[in-house]
């Protein structure tokens, strides 16, 4: 397997622009997860997926931010409108399960920087 | 306070030293532990984890739990450059998402 797979790498764009971050996660896993990464603020869970249904959203930072998963093997980021403090390495990862010590793998990232 | 707390550093040390890295929490309930690496610029990478108390090793690495002080902690041995890197540690409760500690930026100097 490719491992998580994470598109774009890199993404510039101008505040009040809208950004799609993509992500195709290991097949067979039924966990989709999306992450923020900062230097203040580490790394963040936004939003995690069962089945393709979203179970825990409480850490997208606000409306401007949406997800979805419209099947098995792919998931989107949507930030409408971009503002320069959404600039941030974002991660999708993927795993089997929730529990225990399972591993979850990360893609690449996407850095984004909103100017 | 955070959940999970852990210092950012960086610490740097010389090429064969021990290096022992911790993270400290609060909620009694965890009972997994885990210990990511995240080379520059790449995605995190599961190192090794732990269930409960006691120690783990794997190689060079070791993880060791201690619950009546809830701190953890990853020692490696022989550090090599190529371990250079941040380490993040994260711990879960039964079936519930992964708790993230801040990582640690470890600089092995040749």
């Known amino acids: 397997d490719a491992g998580v797979i994470q598109s774009p790498r890199h993404e510039v764009t101008e505040m009040g622009q809208e950004v799609t971050l993509r992500c195709k996660p290991i097949?067979?896993?039924?966990?989709l997860f999306w992450y923020r990464q900062t230097m203040m603020r580490g790394l963040e869970l936004l939003i995690y997926?069962?089945?393709?249904?979203?179970?825990?959203d409480s850490g997208m930072p606000e409306d401007r931010f949406s997800a979805k998963m419209p099947n098995a093997s792919f998931s989107t980021l949507k930030i409408q409108p971009s503002e320069p403090r959404d600039s941030a390495v974002y991660f999708c990862?993927?795993?089997?399960?929730?529990?225990?010590?399972?591993?979850?793998?990360f893609g690449p990232g996407t850095r984004l920087t909103v100017t | 306070q955070k959940e999970v707390e852990q210092d950012p550093g960086p610490l740097s040390v010389p090429e064969g030293a021990i290096v022992s890295l911790n993270c400290t929490y609060s909620?009694?309930?965890?009972?997994?532990f885990m210990w990511y690496r995240q080379y520059s610029r790449k995605g995190p990478e599961l190192l090794m984890y732990t269930y409960s108390s006691g120690n783990k090793e794997d190689g060079r690495f070791t993880a060791q739990v201690d619950k009546s002080s809830k701190y953890i902690s990853l020692f490696i041995r022989d550090s090599q450059p190529s371990d250079s890197a941040t380490y993040l540690c994260?711990?879960?409760?039964?079936?519930?998402?992964?708790?993230w500690g801040a990582g640690t930026k470890l600089i092995i100097k040749p």
């Open positions: 097949s067979g896993h039924d966990y």
């Open positions: 997926f069962n089945n393709n249904v979203p179970i825990d």
């Open positions: 990862a993927s795993s089997l399960r929730l529990a225990g010590g399972e591993e979850q793998y």
């Open positions: 994260a711990m879960r409760r039964s079936n519930y998402q992964l708790i």
């Open positions: 909620n009694s309930a965890f009972q997994y």
